[in-house]
């Protein structure tokens, strides 16, 4: 069992950062992969961004593609997503999960989620 708890989230202005994090317990991460998920009001969660169990492979979604970068550290045991240049529609709240070794861009593929943290840009 993992347990993933996030944190970082607020209200910034457009243009602003944000760095998120998230913190599992219960299990190490080091064979997992992780995910970056965000949910906006009315909306189904979306994708955002993945790593591998390595570390070494990455991807994201376009729409924040050059914008966010997400790194974790094995070591800690913990999951970052450095968000810049922010944009309003980047405003949901923010989920991390993760699943055996490799990345998906599908929700339902992954087995342990957090209890999400707010993003909020205003314009």
């Known amino acids: 069992q993992v347990q993933l708890v996030e944190s970082g989230g607020g209200l910034v202005q457009a243009g602003g950062s944000l760095r998120l994090s998230c913190a599992a317990s219960?299990?190490?991460?080091?064979?997992?992969?992780l995910g970056w998920f965000r949910q906006a009001p009315g909306k189904e969660r979306e994708f955002v961004a993945a790593i591998s169990w390595t570390g070494g492979g990455t991807a994201y979604a376009d729409s924040v593609k050059g914008r966010f970068t997400m790194s974790r550290d094995n070591a800690k045991n913990t999951l970052y997503l450095q968000m810049n240049s922010l944009k309003p529609e980047d405003t949901g709240v923010y989920f991390c999960?993760?699943?055996?070794?490799?990345?998906?861009?599908?929700?339902?593929?992954?087995?342990?989620w957090g209890q999400g943290t707010q993003v909020t840009v205003s314009s």
């Open positions: 219960g299990r190490t991460l080091s064979n997992y992969a």
């Open positions: 999960a993760s699943r055996p070794y490799s990345g998906s861009y599908y929700p339902s593929e992954y087995n342990y």
